[in-house]
């Protein structure tokens, strides 16, 4: 398996790090940095000095082992070594934007590669970390989480297709992939307990983030409901975008646990963000009771307009406030 790493990360890494430690007290690694920067300045002209201050960066970034920290993570997972054969590691800005992921997407020349190894047999994998990360002692803990779903993509059994649609809209499509990864991050950590390994988080912390995407469904309730997915043993990958999808998929997991209750399943659940079934758009301003709350003849009048629709479906705010608007009209006329 070869490892490459971008070399704006491997100077950023070694960078940062320098000025981390001298402003912590240690000069160690300043002097020795200085020790073998100091003679290219000396002994080379300018225009020659970037390639060789790149070799030392390279140098400094695998002889203070940050290359290693990698290296060592794949060392958990023999059998992925042997189906990868390049693994792409690049810098990143923010932490939303950290990542591991079958190399496919990221360019030409990595494209290319990935290719000539997927004629080979094997998979390229892109990381994308931020340059802090390479001195944080969670990052071994980090690229565990994140390998394990490298080693669910390659599975056979977990059915994983990259190119799956989700959602209407790219306000539903968001929605659905964010809820899509708690629920998969939520299995990676179960696992990774269950195999005596330090998660990225605990399941009480899982829980309270899988509870900010689902706060509809009552406090008791969703304890149920994720006691149920945690106890699941096996996910797929439509199963989760499924789950993600359908919140009734969701509440259908709860089980028996004490001090919880089982949800009681209704037709449609109107979560905040889900597209309105009249105007398409998401909306976190549903108007439900339509029923007791909204005249007969606006209710017939959305009936025409969307041949279908029930309004236990509910609505936006905005489009049933201009179907009462229309329907006057119409009735008025």
């Given at each position: 398996m070869e490892l490459r790493f971008q070399p704006a990360l491997i100077q950023e890494v070694v960078d940062a790090f320098l000025e981390k430690t001298e402003r912590e007290g240690d000069p160690t690694f300043y002097k020795e940095f200085h020790e073998l920067a100091d003679p290219i300045y000396e002994n080379f002209p300018l225009d020659d000095r970037e390639p060789e201050f790149q070799k030392l960066y390279q140098y400094l970034f695998g002889h203070w082992g940050f290359a290693d920290i990698i290296d060592q993570a794949f060392n958990e997972f023999p059998d992925l070594r042997e189906?990868?054969?390049?693994?792409?590691?690049r810098g990143v800005?923010?932490?939303d934007q950290e990542s591991?992921?079958?190399?496919r997407k990221w360019g030409t020349v990595e494209e290319d590669l990935a290719k000539t190894f997927e004629a080979k047999g094997q998979k390229g994998v892109g990381i994308k970390l931020l340059p802090r990360r390479f001195y944080d002692p969670a990052l071994a803990r980090f690229c565990r989480h994140e390998l394990i779903h490298i080693k669910d993509m390659l599975d056979p059994a977990f059915l994983y297709d990259p190119d799956i649609k989700v959602g209407n809209t790219p306000g539903e499509e968001s929605l659905i992939l964010a809820r899509?990864?708690?629920?998969?991050?939520l299995w990676i950590d179960n696992r990774l307990g269950r195999w005596g390994k330090e998660p990225v988080f605990s399941k009480e912390q899982r829980f309270r983030e899988f509870s900010t995407w689902y706060r509809k469904i009552p406090g008791k309730q969703l304890v149920a409901v994720f006691e149920g997915l945690w106890a699941t043993e096996f996910f797929t990958h439509p199963?989760?975008?499924?789950?993600?999808?359908?919140?009734?998929?969701?509440?259908?997991?709860?089980i028996e646990v004490e001090g919880a209750e089982i949800p009681e399943r209704k037709k449609v659940m109107l979560m905040?963000?889900?597209?309105?079934?009249?105007?398409?758009?998401?909306?976190?301003?549903?108007v439900e009771n339509l029923e007791q709350d909204v005249e007969p003849e606006v209710l017939d009048f959305i009936r025409d307009n969307h041949p279908g629709w029930d309004p236990e479906y509910g609505g936006c705010d905005?489009?049933?406030?201009?179907?009462?608007?229309?329907?006057?009209?119409?009735?008025g006329d």
């Open positions: 189906r990868i054969g390049i693994v792409l590691v800005l923010k932490e591991v992921d079958i190399l899509f990864r708690v629920l998969w991050c199963e989760l975008i499924e789950l993600a999808t359908d919140t009734l998929k969701v509440i259908d997991r709860a905040p963000g889900f597209p309105c079934p009249l105007c398409g758009f998401p909306t976190y301003n549903w905005r489009c049933i406030e201009v179907y009462k608007l229309r329907a006057a009209g119409v009735h």
